[in-house]
């Protein structure tokens, strides 16, 4: 079993940033990619980040590229997502997820372990 545990919400004006951290505990010596998932309301949970055990790779929805960054520190089993120039579309609760395996995936079949989520409010 893997537990995921995310905190860093919050409420913030358009044009602010955000740090979200996951931290994992149970098992988490697999060297499995991680990823960050969003659900707004009314909406369906979609796919924001992932990276891969060794951070060299990462993945983005088209939405938050270029504002948002994904990272992990390994030896401390936390997973981060830094966001820059929130947009009032980005409030969401943020979700952390673990991947079934290596690869950094955007679909939701392709994780097994959920965060119970962090919302955050972007007002304009």
């Known amino acids: 079993q893997v537990q995921l545990v995310e905190s860093g919400g919050g409420l913030v004006q358009a044009g602010g940033s955000l740090r979200l951290s996951c931290a994992a505990s149970g098992r988490t010596y697999s060297r499995d990619a991680m990823g960050w998932f969003r659900q707004a309301p009314g909406k369906e949970r979609e796919f924001v980040a992932g990276v891969a055990w060794s951070g060299a790779s990462t993945l983005y929805a088209d939405s938050v590229k270029g504002r948002f960054t994904i990272s992990r520190d390994n030896a401390k089993n936390t997973v981060y997502l830094q966001m820059n120039t929130l947009k009032p579309e980005d409030t969401a609760i943020y979700f952390c997820?673990?991947?079934?395996?290596?690869?950094?995936?955007?679909?939701?079949?392709?994780?097994?372990?959920w965060g119970q989520g962090t919302q955050v409010t972007v007002s304009s």
């Open positions: 997820a673990r991947a079934r395996s290596i690869i950094v995936a955007k679909h939701r079949s392709a994780y097994d372990y």
